[in-house]
Structure formats: C-alpha cells, structure tokens
C-alpha cells in the first residue's frame, strides 16, 4: 500500500511478534495490557530517535567529582495527550522513556454507533490566552495516544483540537491503524502530524472495526465486555 511520508510503519521484529501475540482471542487482559505497554515503548523509541535531538542542559559532577556536560530533548515543551479511554494503556511506556516529567491531559472522544463519527465529551486542555488572544498555555509538541486508528474519524478529531489549541506538531502513536484510518490521520495536518504505527491492516468492516485488528481494544484493556 502507498502511505505519505508522514506514515510511519514499525518493521521492528519484537513489535510484530509482540503484536501476532495481541491479535489473539485467548491473550488475557494482563497480558494485553502487558503488551500494549511493550508495543508503545518500541514505538515510541523508534518514533523520538527519528524526529528528536539532544541538547547541551549544563553542567553536574559525577560520584567521582568530575563534571560532565548534561543534555536533555529537543523539543523539550511537550505534552502526553491520551485519548480516553484506550490510550490510557499506553501512557506509562511513553512516560517512562522521556527524561523529564511533562504534563498529561487527556481527550474523551467516542464513536457514536450508528453514524460511527466522534463525540467529544471531555477535554482537559488548558487554555490562558495573552494580549493577542494566544493560547500561551498550549505545549509546542502534543504526543497523541490511541491503541487503535479505525476509521481514522476519532483521530482526525483529536488532531483538529490540538491544533486548535496551538501545538505546532502533533506525533501520534498507534499500536495498529486501518489503511483508511492512517490516511485519514494523516491528512488532517499533513504538515503537522507524524503517524507511527505498529501495522496497518486493509479495511474497518460495517461496525467500523479493524479486519483482522484486535477487537475492542478498550474492552480488552479494562475488562468491560458486554457493553
């Protein structure tokens, strides 16, 4: 299939096996919040390595008494934006990789079932405008959480209210995405959003799920079958 160069597919062999193991009916809810955890991390290493660089922070001494020079990211003002509630399993893995401590907030967008578009029903993203109506609150990179790019409509969503709140660069991670759905992503800012991803399967069937995908991710991670 032909992606934008703003696509960017894992051909990490560790993912993909990581990922066959997720796909399964019989992988248990520990174990899918285990391997949800393990996928962002990898993503998230292979999406930072490729897009960030380091910077010179200052100076500190080692146990030894001899000074070293420290460095931190660039870009260092960022922010983790997970979408509830299924991009709430991938915070603590692309938490952990970053050096400093950045803010979290959080988008609750659901598909509505018949029509399968977005409704927005919480968003936490603060907002302090200055003199000229800038949003001086809004962080220069958003990192965007969501297991799952089905139809690509709750992304597309997502991304049009981070810009609208005032990031300059949206990077977004997913554990798998539909080829509609990345597309969809990806042309919503095509200058402004990176998508990476572990897979991308062919088609969303009439509910708007992934074939093959992994059910309900959301389900799968918090236990809410039945629904």
Same mark, same amino acid.
């Given at each position: 299939?032909?992606?934008?160069?703003?696509?960017?597919?894992?051909?990490?062999?560790?993912?993909?096996?990581?990922?066959?193991?997720?796909?399964?009916?019989?992988?248990? =809810?520990?174990?899918?919040?285990?391997?949800?955890?393990?996928?962002?991390? !990898?993503?998230?290493?292979?999406?930072?390595?490729? @897009?960030?660089?380091?910077?010179?922070?200052?100076?500190? =001494? %080692?146990?030894?008494?001899?000074?070293?020079? %420290?460095?931190? !990211?660039?870009?260092?003002?960022?922010?983790?934006?997970?979408?509830?509630?299924?991009?709430? @399993?991938? !915070?603590?893995?692309?938490?952990?990789?970053?050096?400093?401590?950045?803010?979290?907030?959080?988008?609750?967008?659901?598909?509505? $079932?018949? &029509?399968?578009?977005?409704?927005?029903?919480?968003?936490?993203?603060?907002?302090?405008?200055?003199?000229?109506?800038?949003? %001086?609150?809004?962080?220069?990179?958003?990192?965007?959480?969501?297991?799952?790019?089905? &139809?690509?409509? =709750?992304?597309?969503?997502?991304?049009?209210?981070?810009?609208?709140?005032?990031?300059? $660069?949206?990077?977004?991670?997913?554990?798998?995405?539909?080829?509609?759905?990345?597309? $969809?992503?990806?042309? =919503?800012?095509?200058?402004?959003?990176?998508?990476?991803? @572990?897979?991308?399967?062919?088609?969303?069937?009439?509910?708007?799920?992934?074939?093959?995908?992994?059910?309900?991710?959301?389900?799968?991670?918090?236990?809410?079958?039945?629904?």
């Amino acid at each position: 299939m032909a992606l934008p160069s703003n696509v960017h597919v894992s051909s990490h062999p560790l993912l993909q096996a990581k990922l066959s193991q997720l796909r399964s009916a019989s992988t248990s =809810t520990r174990e899918t919040r285990s391997l949800v955890h393990e996928i962002a991390t !990898i993503l998230g290493v292979e999406a930072f390595a490729a @897009g960030w660089k380091v910077k010179k922070a200052g100076m500190d =001494t %080692t146990p030894l008494g001899t000074e070293y020079v %420290t460095h931190d !990211i660039d870009p260092s003002d960022i922010a983790l934006v997970p979408i509830l509630r299924s991009g709430l @399993g991938m !915070i603590e893995a692309i938490n952990n990789l970053l050096p400093t401590s950045i803010p979290i907030y959080h988008l609750g967008l659901f598909r509505e $079932r018949l &029509t399968l578009q977005p409704v927005e029903y919480y968003n936490n993203l603060p907002f302090q405008p200055d003199s000229s109506s800038t949003n %001086t609150a809004a962080a220069a990179t958003a990192i965007l959480l969501d297991p799952v790019i089905a &139809t690509g409509a =709750t992304a597309e969503a997502a991304i049009q209210l981070l810009r609208e709140w005032g990031v300059q $660069r949206v990077v977004m991670l997913s554990v798998l995405g539909s080829e509609a759905g990345v597309l $969809r992503a990806a042309g =919503t800012w095509p200058e402004g959003v990176e998508v990476w991803t @572990g897979a991308v399967d062919a088609r969303c069937d009439e509910r708007g799920m992934i074939v093959p995908g992994l059910g309900d991710i959301g389900d799968r991670l918090f236990v809410a079958m039945g629904k």
